[in-house]
């Protein structure tokens, strides 16, 4: 006799099994969690100063990533105190904003004692990230702790082995303590799934918080985390950061470790490559970072990973540099409030003595999307989706809207050739345009982050997963007042049923940005020019 699955019974379980890992003196008092949830308009960034203690918020508000390492290295704080407080701070954030799923406070101080017992007995750091609290998504493995991607039926798999960059990491110094939110399948920009809910914005619980690293940005914008890794496909490092208003980081692929990881997809991959890279709430802990890892030699980690050490870049934060800015495509319209935004930016760099220039003629987006959509449906049996069939679990809203568009990929051999052809095309295409200048700017989106499950397509961040070239999302002002926008615009047949999913309306206290990207692996040139453009923008 066949026992059926109980999937509902299955993510409650799990779900308590998970909240359990509070201590009872960080359960937030009722009249909090009630008064709170994804139809409240409002912000909770404010939340937890009323409930930590003086030196727990010390410690989570006011420092970066770097100079919290500092402060590990003198003694000013012990790598326990700074692994507490920031846990404490992460429960307060998904009790209000379900951006975590794996609680690993006891991992995290287990880790934090062995590391002060070393500095203490060797009078020196374990190494450049000692005891710095890094958040993970969901999607990378700790033995002990489950990586579901939000598929019920992933539930108890506790991975034996860690992935490649959680090994990097440990090995450099860094503590874990958590793991954050995703989409059931990592497809949809609206991180929700059906064993820890949706992942709210705390700019505003009624808009998205992005996805598929959807947890992250939440947890790094309410400081629950200052520094975290992602994964990006199609955005999804660079959508929680544009919806958060936090900074993220999407290197070329095969420069940050990623093998090893939760997957539900067959092994031999010949899609749009999927890498792993950095949130933060500065900038300046995204660069330091990248250059720990691409000098750390992180091909003996993950084999697949390019031979290539930290490129100094020849820009200094003194030159002044060429930038390119694309305002919107036609076909696919950024409203006007980014529109503002982007060029306010323009004005601010130009002032400051860096050539900039509109650029008016390039590329379809669009196309893009499109060739991009086929490539995520080359795979003739998709895993994931047929694990949810065969399970019965209900599949989310935003993923149903998704897929219902699409359709399928390519059919045969020769149009897997001719999807290839047409990526090279592009590529060489948008080289043409990017070989004039340091950086391009775009938007990231059309918009600032929407309500939940209208995100819809996301062209303006997967062209970059398209060129695999390295881009970074920098939040620069936010709306002000409730946006009603009319669009008159006449969508191509592909994107019509989507934009019908799609807002229209900006929401007050959602943060806008700028997206700045440059070609295949000049990621150190990028940064450069990113910490003079984010200077340029601070002032």
Excluded at 109 to 125: E, H, I, S, W
Aim: some cysteine; aromatic content about 10%.
């Amino acid at each position: 006799m066949t026992i059926k699955f109980d999937w509902k019974k299955a993510a409650e379980i799990k779900k308590k099994e998970v909240d359990s890992n509070i201590p009872n003196e960080w359960i937030l008092p009722s009249e909090i969690l009630e008064k709170y949830d994804e139809t409240t308009p409002e912000s909770v960034l404010d939340v937890p100063k009323q409930f930590l203690n003086p030196k727990e918020f010390e410690i989570t508000e006011f420092y970066t990533a770097i100079q919290l390492l500092e402060k590990l290295k003198n003694g000013e704080f012990t790598a326990i105190e700074i692994v507490k407080a920031f846990s404490h701070r992460a429960a307060i954030a998904t009790q209000l904003t379900n951006c975590c799923t794996e609680l690993m406070f006891d991992y995290g101080k287990k880790r934090a004692a062995f590391l002060d017992t070393y500095l203490k007995t060797n009078g020196k750091p374990y190494g450049p990230l000692h005891g710095l609290p890094i958040s993970l998504k969901d999607s990378f493995n700790i033995p002990g702790y489950d990586s579901t991607l939000g598929y019920t039926s992933q539930i108890g798999n506790k991975p034996q082995n860690k992935s490649d960059l959680v090994r990097e990491l440990e090995d450099l110094g860094a503590v874990f303590y958590v793991k954050t939110n995703i989409p059931q399948t990592l497809m949809t920009a609206d991180s929700e799934n059906n064993i820890f809910g949706r992942t709210l914005n705390p700019n505003n619980l009624t808009l998205t918080a992005g996805g598929s690293s959807g947890g992250e940005g939440a947890l790094i914008k309410m400081r629950g985390s200052i520094l975290g890794i992602g994964t990006d496909v199609a955005g999804s490092i660079r959508i929680p950061a544009l919806c958060n208003g936090v900074y993220g980081f999407r290197p070329s692929s095969k420069r940050y470790a990623h093998g090893n990881q939760m997957h539900l997809e067959r092994d031999a991959y010949i899609d749009i490559e999927t890498v792993a890279g950095p949130l933060s709430t500065d900038f300046e802990s995204i660069e330091f970072l990248t250059k720990i890892i691409y000098n750390d030699e992180s091909w003996r980690y993950d084999p697949d990973n390019f031979r290539i050490c930290y490129q100094e870049p020849k820009i200094k934060q003194s030159d002044k540099i060429s930038i390119g800015i694309i305002i919107e495509d036609p076909a696919l319209p950024v409203h006007p409030p980014l529109q503002r935004i982007l060029r306010e930016v323009a004005e601010k760099i130009s002032s400051n003595g860096h050539k900039i220039e509109i650029i008016e003629n390039f590329p379809s987006y669009q196309k893009s999307w499109e060739v991009a959509w086929s490539s995520f449906a080359t795979d003739p049996k998709p895993v994931g989706f047929q694990n949810l069939v065969s399970t019965g679990e209900k599949i989310i809203k935003s993923l149903l809207l998704a897929y219902d568009v699409y359709g399928s990929g390519p059919k045969d051999i020769d149009e897997v050739i001719k999807l290839k052809a047409e990526i090279n095309k592009i590529k060489k295409d948008w080289l043409s345009i990017y070989d004039k200048y340091d950086v391009i700017i775009s938007p990231g989106a059309p918009g600032t982050a929407p309500p939940h499950d209208t995100y819809g397509i996301a062209p303006y961040t997967t062209l970059m997963n398209v060129l695999d070239f390295p881009s970074v999302i920098i939040p620069y002002g936010k709306i002000e007042k409730d946006v009603d926008i009319d669009v008159d615009v006449e969508y191509p047949k592909i994107l019509d049923d989507i934009y019908a999913h799609y807002s229209l309306n900006l929401y007050k206290g959602a943060p806008g940005h700028i997206q700045v990207s440059a070609p295949c692996l000049e990621d150190e040139k990028l940064l450069a020019c990113c910490s003079i453009i984010d200077k340029i923008l601070k002032k």
